[in-house]
T-cell receptor, first 111, second 112 residues
């Protein structure tokens, strides 16, 4: 079955700097890659997603890239702000629609 | 937020007792999921459903069963609760395959 690895587990960046979180997946049939943000005590919420027919997608300060050959995808957050502090989860899903999540990255934005 | 409600929100139960968690949605979403969230493990898929009476196992299904007799309700049952099942349980729904998943508020379950 699908396995999703996520790195790093914890990331601290200075406010205003960029943050990058990386994920790899094992199932070459996976074709949908969402990213979720979970603030402390809250439920996870979708922030961006990418499908396998696209290499990059951007939404304001957030971008995601996908390398199908290498089976990895990354989340990039530019000009980080205090409200970006949260746990971020990558996920992969294939035609069976099992959404498998990575273990999460706790992002700290330092003042 | 999408109309997804989990009940109960908090529960403490004794080892060996059966427990049922309920996920109720008003969005008419076809797909429903149960995850557990533990420190260091992220969100792990327990069971999922792609329609009424259509369910399948996820990564960590041992000790859990599910039922979906109506589109709006997805029940998770711990047949005989163990301390290792102490966790936060999240339900999620999707209207279609590979679309945005909406999560419930979570249920904090403690097995003593």
């Amino acid at each position: 079955g699908e396995n999703v690895e996520q790195h790093p587990s914890t990331l601290s960046v200075q406010e205003g700097d960029s943050a990058v979180i990386k994920c790899t997946y094992s199932d070459s049939a996976s074709n949908y890659f969402p990213w979720y943000k979970q603030e402390l005590g809250k439920r996870p919420q979708l922030i961006i997603d990418i499908r396998s027919n696209v290499g990059e997608k951007k939404d304001q300060r957030i971008a995601v890239t996908l390398n199908k050959t290498a089976k990895h995808f990354s989340l990039h957050i530019t000009e980080t702000q205090p409200e970006d502090s949260a746990v971020y989860f990558c996920a992969a899903s294939n035609r069976d629609d099992k959404i498998i999540f990575g273990k999460g990255t706790r992002l700290h934005i330092l003042p | 937020d999408a109309g997804i409600t989990q009940s109960p929100r908090h529960k403490v139960t004794e080892t060996g007792t059966p427990v049922t968690l309920r996920c109720h949605q008003t969005e008419n979403h076809r797909y429903m999921y149960w995850y557990r969230q533990d420190p260091g493990h992220g969100l792990r898929l327990i069971h999922y459903s792609y329609g009424v009476k259509d369910t399948d196992k996820g990564e960590v299904s041992d000790g859990y069963s599910v039922s979906r007799s109506k589109t709006e309700d997805f029940l998770l049952t711990l047949e005989s609760a163990t301390s290792s099942q102490t966790s936060v349980y999240f339900c999620a729904t999707e209207w279609g395959q590979n679309t945005e998943a909406f999560f419930g508020q979570g249920t904090r379950l403690t097995v003593v």
